[in-house]
């Protein structure tokens, strides 16, 4: 029985809940969750695992996920200042869980931050208490007051009252507010890095004037408002910073590479030892070299796939991977950290592959992940660091050295499926008279996820590590030198590194995030559409309807586009938007296929489009051909005659272009009998005089009923 850090143990018979800190070979620290005053203590690990054994403790998962771009700037403020008072203190395992070594560790810490013994021992509390991540330093502002509900003015000026000045100040109408944000965006957001205060100045300047002053040397001033007709430089201060983004502020002001270098905060130490199963992963990508199809028609060569894996330093066993067609990115390196969190037994299954727990024992994430800066640095990242205390270290340019590990493996991993691939790329590929390939392509992505999985399972179970350093992490001779056999060994006598988290939070927490249209249809998303509890009890649809569509964030998974999440930041939680029957044909696809479907429509509609014009025009012709022949015709008449002769006969016209109709119209069957031709002619009506007479006599009859002209004068 191997217990995680941070896994919390909630007892059976005593009503207390025991969050994991740190494990030792004997030892294990624990603190109380819900304790008001808590400290970590230390007890035995044997004893601690037997009560799990026995089903007296009970372990689960307990951890905050929170949306990085739903943090306040005040909070996040907090956060960071909290931060900087423990971050040294956190990393001195076991000391500081120690009683008699603790005291001189934060004697220290008061003394060289000028702060106080209850606020250093509050943040500790907090960032132990509620999972050993940054974010748990969080301060519980959205318990505080009436969040999200704007308060209505009325005669009396909200907020704190002026103590000084004529006016008292005045409350900001909707006009003001959208006033500001229009100035902060023109005058602030940009590279000319005005301050806040020149920014208010080109606001007044720009929207608060009431016409332009000529001194007597004729120079031009605009006269801005009497005071109290607009906002104060403090009212657009806090209205600044209450809506304003700090990282969007520097990015926008410096740009992004100045916020990644100089801006962004360092919550962690840059180096760290590899002392065990996650201490550190590596995370790379490269191109696989060979071209798959497609899976809704395999006549369509799709390319070839990208390929991630992420492999553990300690005991070299691939612990997450990810196939798809996206480009390397955020996007792809994402999924593939989230897949090393993932239980495998489930991903597998999903891929046709039957596996136990201990043939791919990995679904934990890191302390530290260390990868290249094009796909580490973004704001995708901040989730990871933020929500899950893992470290994010980059390799400089051009040094793929430093996790020489991975880049090894993607060679070792091609060797072994080149062989069963048609499709493979050989090393003439696009050489005068070679083949291509291309041609050969049978495979598709699922086919090749699985020949992959097939190929991860055998080495992490049974490949021997020949360059192995093993005196370095003083690994004992008798254990073999097989990545699970490592994995087990380290997690038995070198764990601590670890870090359990419900895999589905981890995942979602990590998703990419875009914006979404609610529409009468359902919520639309890269041209599906979805549907979901919240949208039908709240009648989005019908809101939609009525009023015009609006956008919503969701994160989505591009590998299966048949469920989309739901972010409601308030209270932390993802639900899930099914796909509605208008969009089944898009089941079970990724996007990248669905846009690959999409394009092909378009490029099939814009071929019909054009012969939809032709035809059109040759319609055109042709009517209008018509219509000059009738002009003709009617221009050629022998007899001229009035307006008012025109219209005067029109019944009994229609009487006689009738009877000379009723013969063109009679249905004629030919009968042959006896080399005889008999032929009939069936009329639909008779067309005998005596039934025209009663047909005339009726419409006379009616016609002195009703007005006159209302039947035939048409």
């Excluded at 060289?112 to 509390?125: D, F, Q």
């Excluded at 004037?209 to 009497?226: F, K």
């Excluded at 032929?679 to 025209?692: G, K, W």
Aim: hydrophobic share 35%; net charge positive; charged share 30%.
């Amino acid at each position: 029985m191997n217990i995680i850090v941070n896994d919390v143990l909630i007892y059976a018979e005593n009503p207390r809940t025991d969050r994991v800190l740190w494990i030792g070979e004997n030892g294990v620290a624990l603190i109380d969750v819900d304790a008001k005053n808590a400290f970590p203590r230390i007890e035995n690990r044997a004893a601690i695992e037997q009560l799990i054994i026995d089903g007296k403790v009970i372990r689960t998962i307990r951890q905050l996920s929170i949306d990085e771009d739903s943090i306040s700037s005040e909070s996040k403020s907090v956060r960071d200042s909290r931060w900087k008072i423990i971050s040294e203190l956190v990393v001195c395992e076991p000391d500081i869980y120690i009683a008699s070594k603790r005291g001189d560790l934060i004697a220290k810490a008061i003394s060289k931050h000028k702060t106080t013994k209850p606020t250093l021992y509050l943040a500790l509390r907090r960032y132990w208490q509620r999972g050993k991540s940054p974010n748990a330093l969080l301060p519980d502002f959205v318990n505080c007051g009436a969040p999200g509900k704007a308060k209505t003015p009325g005669e009396q000026k909200l907020g704190r009252p002026r103590k000084y000045g004529k006016f008292g100040g005045v409350n900001l109408s909707e006009k003001d507010k959208q006033i500001m944000r229009v100035a902060v965006k023109r005058f602030y957001m940009n590279e000319s890095e005005l301050s806040l205060k020149s920014a208010y100045h080109a606001m007044l300047r720009l929207f608060y004037n009431e016409g332009i002053h000529v001194d007597p040397q004729g120079r031009e001033t605009p006269v801005i408002s009497a005071e109290g007709n607009y906002p104060s430089l403090r009212q657009f201060r806090y209205w600044y910073e209450k809506e304003s983004d700090v990282r969007k502020t520097i990015v926008a002001r410096r740009g992004e590479i100045a916020y990644a270098k100089d801006h962004r905060p360092v919550l962690r130490t840059s180096t760290a030892e590899v002392l065990g199963p996650g201490s550190r992963y590596q995370i790379d990508a490269t191109i696989a070299d060979v071209y798959l199809v497609s899976r809704l028609d395999p006549n369509k060569i799709v390319g070839r796939p990208v390929l991630y894996f992420i492999v553990d330093v300690f005991s070299r066993m691939i612990v997450g991977m990810y196939v798809g067609l996206e480009g390397p990115s955020w996007i792809t390196a994402m999924m593939a950290i989230a897949n090393a969190a993932t239980d495998k037994v489930d991903y597998c299954r999903k891929f046709g592959i039957e596996i136990s727990s201990e043939d791919w024992p990995s679904c934990h994430l890191p302390n530290a992940i260390i990868g290249d800066r094009g796909e580490m640095v973004g704001k995708g990242v901040d989730n990871l660091i933020n929500n899950f205390g893992v470290r994010i270290e980059n390799t400089p340019p051009y040094r793929p050295d430093w996790k020489g590990i991975i880049e090894k493996y993607f060679h070792l991993l091609q060797t072994k499926f080149r062989p069963h691939t048609p499709g493979y790329v050989k090393p003439d590929f696009q050489q005068r008279g070679a083949r291509d390939y291309r041609l050969d392509a049978a495979l598709n992505l699922d086919d090749f996820t699985r020949m992959l999985i097939e190929i991860v399972i055998n080495h992490n179970t049974t490949t021997e590590l020949e360059n192995y350093d093993a005196s370095e992490f003083l690994v004992p001779t008798e254990v073999p030198l097989i990545p699970i056999e490592l994995w087990n060994w380290g997690l038995v006598n070198r764990s601590g590194r670890l870090k359990s988290h419900d895999s589905n939070n981890v995942r979602l927490s990590l998703l990419p995030r875009e914006k979404a249209s609610v529409t009468e249809f359902g919520i639309e998303f890269h041209k599906c559409l979805y549907g979901c509890d919240s949208a039908l009890k709240e009648r989005w649809f019908e809101k939609a309807r009525m009023n015009g569509r609006w956008k919503i964030t969701v994160s989505y998974d591009p590998r299966c586009m048949d469920t989309i999440y739901l972010n409601h930041h308030e209270s932390q939680i993802f639900e899930a938007c099914s796909l509605l029957d208008r969009s089944r044909q898009f089941s079970g696809q990724s996007m990248w296929e669905i846009e690959e479907a999409l394009a092909a429509q378009r490029d099939a509609k814009a071929i019909r489009l054009q012969r939809r014009h032709q035809s059109q025009v040759a319609l055109d012709h042709r009517l209008e051909g018509y219509k000059n022949d009738a002009l003709n015709r009617k221009g050629g008449a022998l007899v001229e005659i009035s307006k008012a002769e025109k219209i005067r006969d029109i019944r009994s016209n229609r009487k006689l272009e009738r009877n000379l109709q009723r013969p063109l119209e009679a249905f004629v069957t030919t009968q042959i009998e006896n080399e005889k031709t008999y032929r009939t002619e069936v009329s639909l009506r008779s067309p005998t005089d005596s039934a025209d007479d009663d047909l005339e006599v009726l419409r006379n009859a009616r016609n002195r009923r009703s007005v006159p002209g209302s039947d035939d004068d048409e």
